[in-house]
């Protein structure tokens, strides 16, 4: 007696045996290989970060916009332009860095950095600049610590997203 060879018969395009299990595991393979893992709580947490900056300059753009008069009227240097401008500038930096952070796209971690910085930059350089009055300046100490922090934490958190993406 010969030995039997367990071949599949096909017909019209179609396997009449019984493969159901090998390209269920294929398909699970394939489902795998382009999975990533779960989004972890600091990158969730940073990304809301994203998107509450994204927020207040917005609403920074709007509030010029609205108070524009108002606000040439009191002579604020350096004027209406410059603060809807800067909150153009956080409202898209926020934006476009929380959805490649949330998307966990090639360059986000390169965008979570840049606008970091941008916004620690910006703001020193409203306070450090444009802010004359002493009244701003008291905390000092603690401005300078949350800007570090913040730095730390969003360097660290896009420095885990680079290599989970890789």
């Known amino acids: 007696m010969s030995a039997m060879v367990n071949r599949p018969t096909f017909t019209c ?3 009449l045996s019984n493969n159901k299990g090998n390209e269920m595991d294929q398909k699970l393979n394939l489902k795998s290989a382009f999975t990533r893992p779960k989004r972890s ?3 969730i947490f940073l990304a809301l970060v994203l998107l509450v900056f994204s927020f207040f300059g917005w609403l920074r753009l709007q509030q010029a916009i609205a108070n524009w008069n108002f606000l ?3 002579g604020i240097y350096p004027g209406p332009l410059y603060l ?3 909150g153009a500038l956080w409202g898209i930096l926020g934006l476009f860095a929380a959805l490649a952070l949330w ?3 090639t360059w986000s971690a390169i965008a979570t950095e840049v606008s970091a910085l941008l916004f620690a930059a910006s703001y020193w350089l409203d306070r450090l600049v444009f802010n004359r009055s002493a009244v701003t300046q008291t905390n000092g100490f603690f401005a ?3 800007t570090i922090l913040g730095l730390i934490y969003s360097f660290g958190v ?3 997203l680079k290599r989970v993406i890789q």
């Open 158 to 160: 896009s420095e885990t």
């Open 41 to 43: 709580l600091s990158l």
């Open 103 to 105: 998307y966990r796209l």
């Open 144 to 146: 300078v610590g949350l």
């Open 72 to 74: 040439l009227q009191l």
């Open 84 to 86: 809807a401008f800067g």
């Open 13 to 15: 395009g179609r396997s």
